[in-house]
Structure formats: C-alpha cells, structure tokens
C-alpha cells in the first residue's frame, strides 16, 4: 500500500507530489478520443489514399509510356509527386482528427471544383473531345467533391473535431 501527498487513500494509484484532484481531468482532456472515428470521415480519408495511388499510378503510367525520369522530363512527375504527399498529408491530419486537415481538405476540394468549372467554361471543346465515360468521370469528381466538401463544412463534424 503506497500512501503518496496529503489525503491519499490506502491502495489508491499513487499520485505524484502536488497532483491535486483535477489532475486526472486534465489528464483526460489532453489525451487523444478512443472513439471511433465517424463513418463519413472514414469516408474522406479513403478518398484520399485512393486519389494518391490514383496518382502514383498516373506516375507509373507515365514511366511506362515511354517518359524516362531524368532532369528533361523531370517536371511531368513533380505534380503527380505533390499531389500524393498532400494527399496523404490530408488523410493523416483527418485521421487525427485535427481541424487544420478540416480545412486544408476543404480548400484543397473547393480547388479541385474550380478547376473543373474553369475548364469546363475556358474550354468547351476539351468537353466535346471526351467521351461518354470521360464526361461521366467529370460530373462523378464534381459530385464527389462538392459532397466531401458539404460534408467537412457541416456544424456536427466541427464539433467532433472540436470535441476530440
């Protein structure tokens, strides 16, 4: 039986000296959520270790087609190399559920549909050349995107963050 500080009881957990009441408290709040993470924020994270191995094989393809990974051709691969570090860099902050991969995910989607509405205003043609999976793949990654974003923007994810 350890008796540690003043008014300790006799077979407690030993606390260090000056460990008052709320230390436990304090303890539990700094301490990172055992729940579970939500099913929609599995969701998110799986988009995004699926979009880097999108690119990784994008990468691959490129090395396969004949485009050699030398100082020439170099800046073909520095895209698809910055999309799968971000990538993962988002999934890894929503997985620990901290609010700044909330909000770089959210910018980071809002980009990707700019882009797609820029593309489909600036060039119109570029939509004509598509095929019909190519114009389905389009409005499925508008969809997508807009989705995970309404998602992460939602009050009740905030607080799950906030809470955890």
Known sequence: MVSVGPGSVSGAEPQPLGAGAGAGEEEAKDAPSREPLPFGLKVVIFFFVADAFEKIAQGLHLLQGGVPLDRAHLERYYPILLVVLFDVLLAT????????????????????????????????????ELSLRGRAMEIATLGVDLGLILYLAAPAVLARLRSS
């Open 93 to 128: 902050q929503l997985a620990l559920r901290t609010q700044a991969g909330r909000f770089w995910s959210i910018i980071y989607l809002s980009a990707n549909v700019a882009l797609a509405l820029y593309f489909f205003t600036a060039e119109p043609l570029r939509w004509l």
